[in-house]
């Protein structure tokens, strides 16, 4: 009983002191979200009736029946999902590791739940060559967003982050020009991909070869990936045609097309985009290969938003413990000849994690080390990208 009372003492102390960055919340509130977050890193799932049956053993409290630690996880959201939480937790987080980007990354991803239709537009930076959200809203619709509703995602997302001189990739249903303007206006740069003949008319109307003659010099081209491009002015704008030829020999699409408010020469600005893709894998982790999102059993928007915040913290603890030494890890050459890592930078961080933290007063240790005892001095509201 004295020993379950001293390590009880101790964990008190240890969460104490994160709790003390979270002064208008309860303690009890970040508590169980740290749990929570343990809970999903050990399990990889986001599912609260799967992760009921664990809480007991992180917290040496197995004698607890299963559906009160089943209460402690939903009172998360229902306590707190209409409230400020999701984007403090985020704040903490980056501004305790201190994440710094050039990029910005923004897709869609969705999934259905039942009679549920999700659809999450996700803002991204780029942090070590991984995509990490930082701002995300559900359209709860079918299909892509449009101008107006990208705008408002970007501006939520400026009140709390400091995206400035940020250069922005996106795949090619996130054109038009109220959109570019918007961009351009925020002093946010971009490079996005384009639909074929998309602005087709302004292109050619503006100085030096044509859309066709461009896409014919690129594609005729004996070199891989030959990029060739020129100043347009479109709407008022001035900005960068570029034509890539696609390095995948069997392609559905031959030629690539970019626009991009970046004055650089068209090979920078083709090898630039690659990087969208990291979205991609952001996306496999947080879901079916990773966190399991899609089985998530939380209704509701608010309840989601805050759920996805917590995900993206667990996602971006495992990012940031596997880059410590994920140049240690060994190349494989797969069946197709290609060669990669022998296991993804995000598999490899939350495996090093599981072990690290094998229970909750770890795993606030852990956090303690690598997280508080490491804040900067400075609290700004906008602290990411300061």
């Not at 894998?281 to 938003?305: I, M, P, R, W, Y």
């Amino acid at each position: 009983m004295r020993l379950n009372k001293t390590k009880k003492k101790m964990l008190d102390l240890l969460s104490d002191k994160i709790t003390k960055e979270f002064p208008n919340w309860q303690k009890s509130c970040i508590k169980n979200i740290l749990l929570l977050s343990l809970c999903m890193i050990q399990n990889e799932t986001t599912c609260l009736y799967k992760l009921k049956s664990k809480v007991g053993f992180l917290i040496n409290k197995p004698e607890t029946k299963k559906e009160s630690h089943y209460k402690r996880l939903t009172r998360i959201f229902t306590g707190y999902a209409f409230s400020s939480l999701w984007i403090g937790l985020l704040s903490y987080v980056f501004r305790c590791l201190r994440l710094k980007s050039d990029y910005l990354l923004l897709d869609g991803t969705s999934w259905e739940k039942g009679e549920t239709k999700l659809h999450y537009i996700t803002l991204c930076v780029v942090y070590g060559g991984v995509a990490i959200p930082i701002y995300w809203e559900d359209l709860q619709k079918k299909g892509i967003s449009n101008q107006k509703e990208r705008i408002k995602l970007l501006k939520r997302a400026m009140k709390y982050f400091n995206l400035e001189g940020k250069t922005l990739l996106a795949d090619r249903e996130y054109i038009g020009t109220d959109w570019f303007k918007f961009l351009k206006n925020n002093k946010i740069e971009f490079n996005i991909r384009l639909r074929i003949k998309s602005y087709k008319e302004a292109i050619n109307a503006s100085p030096g070869k044509s859309y066709e003659e461009l896409s014919a010099k690129a594609l005729r081209s004996k070199k891989r990936a030959k990029a060739v491009g020129k100043r347009i002015i479109l709407d008022g704008m001035e900005l960068m045609f570029v034509v890539v030829k696609n390095p995948k020999p069997n392609a559905k699409d031959k030629l690539i097309y970019l626009i991009s408010s970046l004055d650089k020469a068209p090979a920078v600005l083709s090898v630039m985009y690659l990087i969208r893709w990291q979205i991609e894998t952001c996306f496999k982790h947080l879901k079916s290969n990773g966190f399991d999102l899609e089985k998530a059993n939380v209704k509701g928007k608010a309840k989601q938003k805050l759920l996805m915040a917590i995900v993206v913290f667990s996602y971006t603890l495992a990012i940031t413990e596997g880059l410590k030494d994920y140049e240690k890890i060994p190349y494989k050459t797969y069946p197709d000849g290609k060669v990669y890592k022998a296991v993804s930078l995000f598999r490899h961080g939350l495996d090093k994690l599981v072990n690290l933290c094998s229970d909750f007063t770890r795993f606030c240790k852990y956090l303690i080390h690598e997280l508080h005892d490491k804040l900067p001095t400075y609290k700004s509201r906008k602290s990411i990208f300061v």
